[in-house]
């Protein structure tokens, strides 16, 4: 299929791809290796005389989002959307197949930045004060998308279908003219002496390449090498990606035993050898859930989040520490297993509990089973200090962390393109102009809720209104220009 936009086609050339790496102010740099390619004929410029182009290389939330933006603002802008697999794939899968579109619950800038692990200083600005959760719900709102706010914040789409918001952004998309093309990837950019870029676009089958310039580049391919290795070829650094959002395999075979009972509230720490001072954020308090390799839970993939970086040195080990009972104080605790006491004394330890701690027999047998105290033992043949000990023990049970394993297909990376060399007031990068950043190609990444979306809508209508600006402001001087004649 032709691409709607000026390209050239050159002869048989040795070109690069992302292969080598260095390290520069420890930060990944990705350069290239030399692949082999050859040339297919193809029809000339299709597009209209002066028009200017803006090619997005990734069709996920902040792509699609930026392109409509540029599109409505700049009506004369060719947009052309480059994928190479599913648009929208993450936005497919992600909250169960329902779509967590943002958050509902911290709408104001300094409090929402703060579930960004990386990102929450920076994005303490104007970003999110340009466009924020509730800009995105009236969006969806004013498209014909009916949302609506969980208890916990969550935004989902009434129908609980991503395939709402997915039909929604195509639909718009579609109705302003932005042309999408699938089964493609740019592969190379580099910037031409006329302050275009020239991009290489592979297909599906790596047999030819057709080369296409572009006015604007938005780079919003998410946590792929294909984002990360355009961006270094135009001279960005990017830190080096770690896997954030996962949950923690623990080494303790009992604990299979105990696969799908779920805490609402526990209060989850994380140790590691390599950070020795407190960190706030390494302490997070909701629900934990067992399952047959661990622990997962909003709780431990907000811990994940935070600690992604450290767990990423220490090879996925370090301790858990959890507290089962983080609304009643250890002094509490003790005093209600001392009542218990006193008043099942004859009744087996095993099969009598307090119900105040909101425990499942299951769980509380574990419990029972690391103090050496199961079988036939009565309430009146516990000891003072094993009572201590299963209070201790409630309050702070550690396991060993010796893993990670990947939240379903919701895969969220740290690392990318430094915030520091975007200007987020527009997205574009400091070191090329007319080049613009989206999404999780960025060193950004939240906690689960809707943070991660949020951030691709933010960031892709913020350049996305960048480059329309640009491109109408450009379509005026030419214009001026022409009337001068």
């Known amino acids: 299929m032709s691409l709607p936009l000026a390209r050239f086609v050159l002869p048989s050339r040795l070109f690069s791809e992302a292969a080598t790496t260095g390290k520069r102010n420890g930060r990944l740099i990705s350069t290239l290796k030399k692949r082999k ?3 297919a004929a193809t029809h000339r410029a299709q597009h209209k005389a002066g028009e200017e182009v803006l090619v997005v290389v990734g069709a996920g ?5 930026g392109a409509i933006r540029a599109k409505t603002l700049a009506p004369n802008l060719n947009v052309v959307l480059i994928e190479k697999a599913r648009p929208l794939a993450k936005v497919k899968v992600s909250g169960g197949g ?4 943002t958050n509902g619950h911290c709408v104001e800038s300094m409090m929402l930045a703060e579930n960004y692990p990386r990102g929450h200083k920076e994005l303490k600005g104007a970003f999110f004060n340009t466009h924020g959760p509730v800009d995105t719900m009236t969006w969806f ?5 009916e949302l609506k706010t969980e208890d916990d914040g969550r935004v ?10 997915i039909d929604c952004l195509m639909s718009e998309s579609t109705r302003l003219g932005v042309s999408l093309q699938t089964g493609k990837a740019v592969i190379t950019a580099s910037p031409t002496d006329g302050g275009k870029f020239l991009l290489g676009i592979e297909k599906r089958t790596p047999s030819s390449v057709e080369y296409v310039e572009a006015d604007y580049l938005l780079i919003a391919s998410g946590n792929g090498k294909q984002g990360y290795s355009l961006a270094s070829q135009l001279g960005h650094l990017i830190v080096d990606p770690v896997p954030s959002l996962f949950t923690f395999k623990i080494e303790d075979p009992q604990l299979a035993d105990l696969s799908g009972i779920t805490f609402p509230k526990v209060k989850a720490k994380l140790k590691t050898e390599s950070v020795q001072r407190n960190i706030p954020q390494l302490t997070q308090v ?3 859930l067992v399952t047959h390799w661990g622990f997962s839970g909003p709780a431990i993939l907000r811990l994940s989040a935070w600690g992604a970086c450290v767990l990423s040195r220490t090879g996925y080990k370090g301790t858990l520490i959890l507290d089962f009972t983080p609304d009643v104080h250890i002094e509490d605790v003790k005093s209600i297993l001392t009542q218990h006491k006193n008043k099942f004394v004859k009744q087996k330890v095993a099969n009598s509990y307090p119900t105040e701690f909101g425990l499942v027999k299951r769980f509380w047998k574990y419990i029972l089973g690391r103090q050496g105290l199961l079988g036939d033992i009565l309430w009146a043949s516990i000891s003072k200090d094993s009572l201590v000990s299963i209070a201790h023990m409630l309050k702070h049970c550690d396991f060993s962390v010796r893993g990670k394993s990947q939240y379903k297909d919701e895969f969220v990376t740290a690392g990318g393109v430094p915030l520091s060399e975007i200007s987020l007031n527009t997205m574009e990068s400091k070191i090329q102009s007319r080049l613009f950043f989206a999404g999780e190609v960025l060193n950004v990444d939240g906690i689960t809720g809707g943070f991660n979306f949020q951030n ?6 913020i350049a996305g209104t960048s480059i329309g600006k640009q491109a109408v402001s450009a379509k005026l001087c030419e214009a001026n220009s022409a009337s001068n004649f």
């Open 456 to 461: 691709a809508w933010s960031g892709g209508y």
């Open 286 to 288: 909701g629900p934990v």
């Open 141 to 145: 709102s004013d498209h014909g998308v």
């Open 98 to 101: 329902r779509c967590n579109v």
């Open 37 to 39: 390619f050859t040339s």
């Open 156 to 165: 989902f789409p009434v129908s609980n279908s991503s395939s709402t918001i």
């Open 61 to 65: 939330a902040a792509g699609v989002f």
